[in-house]
């Protein structure tokens, strides 16, 4: 039975075995995403700006079922050489095909995506790669006009992710609503090839559009929340208890400091595991599977026994919560299974090939230098790329070897890890 201090030693097995895979699909992915933003960077100034805002979601949209796309086949590439596949292939199970994968894999990873707002470094990679080519002739250029001439030419620039007009997105809203539905349904008969890719892609539409309908409409409206009853009692009863309650602030400020390095540390590393683990062919946006073993399951259980309300509806009623946590608890009774010992090794681990590649990222630009002028437009970008490349392959890999080892040891038990 493996142990779970095996893991680092796993992981690099893997890194050494599918180094070969792993490197073409980042590579390409990363060649993909630069042309696609590229393009949606250059569409989203100009004439007929609206129309134009609409194609720069697509695209933006696109960028993202890119990243998925990626995500997949990497995970697929460490999936070829884990133990668990070994398994199952001498027990007669085929593998799945890669884009039968993917299309089991994309409703999940849009909920997973969507709840933990990964989509943020692609909205930065647009506004980044916006302000290097167009800040001079779609900001300075006009704002220089206007002064010169006297007109009141706009500034487009940073504008096309949150410069659709609210009616516009309100319009998107309800085609991208409806292509989800028809899409959702489709998945959920388990009727068409790529209904759960075009499944995905509505919903990262519906959320982008509804996000930049919200963002224009508050923009309208000014600061009108701050001004509703219930937001202002809110307010006010936080700063009395700030103010009566002794060591109620400090302690706010305690969580509030600890808070963000406990999501880098635990829950990040375990939602990347989810993403893997479906991969892998395990489920984890099962509320169900997430609370067995507890007494919620017993209130499930009542609950469906005696007001008839079906697993679907008990997980509408938990709404947010079930799309954000109930995919890092599933990973976490996952890799649970091989002992606590694994689950802190493999956070570890995690969290130590991003800082570790962070300094090494520094001594190798301390070590070139900055002599000669301009000298980083040209080296920026690679420097930045290999080690956006060591981190990505080596966090997958130990996601991969933590996973293989957890179902390795639940299978010599004679459990079933997806179960």
């Known amino acids: 039975m493996p142990s779970p201090y095996s893991l680092p030693l796993h992981a690099l097995r893997l890194a050494g075995k599918c180094a070969l895979p792993l490197i073409l699909w980042f590579s390409a992915g990363e060649l993909a995403r630069w042309v696609v933003l590229y393009i949606a960077t250059e569409?989203?100034?100009?004439?007929?700006?609206?129309?134009?805002?609409?194609?720069?979601?697509?695209?933006?949209t696109m960028v993202i079922l890119i990243s998925m796309t990626v995500v997949t086949g990497m995970f697929l590439s460490l999936r070829e050489v884990l133990w668990e596949t070994r398994a199952r292939r001498q027990d007669g199970q085929e593998d799945e095909r890669f884009w039968v994968s993917l299309n089991r894999v994309a409703p999940a990873f849009a909920v997973i995506y969507l709840a933990w707002e990964l989509y943020y470094r692609d909205a930065g990679d647009f506004l980044a790669m916006d302000k290097f080519h167009n800040?001079?002739?779609?900001?300075?250029?006009?704002?220089?006009?206007?002064?010169?001439?006297?007109?009141?030419?706009?500034a487009t620039y940073g504008l096309g992710l949150v410069g659709l007009d609210w009616r516009v997105s309100l319009g998107a809203m309800v085609v991208t609503f409806g292509l989800r539905m028809l899409f959702s349904n489709l998945v959920e008969k388990g009727s068409g090839k790529y209904a759960g890719v075009a499944a995905a892609f509505a919903e990262f539409s519906f959320v982008f559009c509804g996000l930049n309908a919200i963002f224009t409409f508050t923009e309208l409206r000014g600061d009108w929340t701050q001004h509703r009853?219930?937001?202002?009692?809110?307010?006010?009863?936080?700063?009395?208890?700030q103010e009566t309650v002794p060591g109620w602030k400090a302690f706010w400020d305690w969580v509030g400091a600890v808070w963000p390095h406990v999501i880098d540390a635990l829950v990040v590393p375990l939602?990347?595991?989810?993403?893997?683990?479906?991969?892998?062919?395990?489920?984890?946006?099962?509320t169900r599977r997430a609370v067995r073993g507890t007494r919620l399951e017993r209130g499930m259980d009542k609950l469906e026994g005696s007001h008839d309300i079906t697993q679907r509806a008990v997980d509408r009623v938990v709404g947010g919560w079930r799309d954000r946590w109930v995919p890092v608890v599933n990973a976490f009774r996952i890799t649970f299974r091989g002992g606590m010992a694994l689950?802190?090794?493999?956070?570890?681990?995690?969290?130590g090939v991003h800082i570790g590649?962070?300094?090494?990222?520094?001594?190798?630009?301390?070590?070139?230098?900055?002599d000669i002028e301009f000298m980083w437009l040209v080296l920026g970008k690679p420097v930045t790329f290999v080690g956006n490349l060591l981190t990505t392959c080596l966090s997958y890999c130990v996601l991969a070897a933590a996973f293989d080892i957890a179902a390795t040891r639940a299978r010599l038990r004679g459990e079933d890890i997806t179960a």
């Open 43 to 60: 569409i989203s100034h100009g004439s007929w700006w609206q129309a134009r805002l609409v194609a720069t979601l697509v695209l933006v």
């Open 135 to 154: 800040l001079d002739d779609n900001f300075y250029t006009p704002i220089l006009n206007n002064i010169a001439n006297g007109t009141d030419e706009k």
């Open 229 to 241: 009853a219930v937001v202002s009692s809110a307010t006010e009863a936080w700063k009395h208890a």
């Open 271 to 286: 939602t990347w595991l989810a993403i893997a683990v479906l991969v892998f062919g395990a489920s984890v946006d099962d």
């Open 343 to 351: 689950f802190g090794f493999m956070c570890l681990l995690y969290v």
């Open 357 to 370: 590649v962070e300094y090494l990222d520094r001594g190798v630009r301390t070590l070139i230098g900055s």
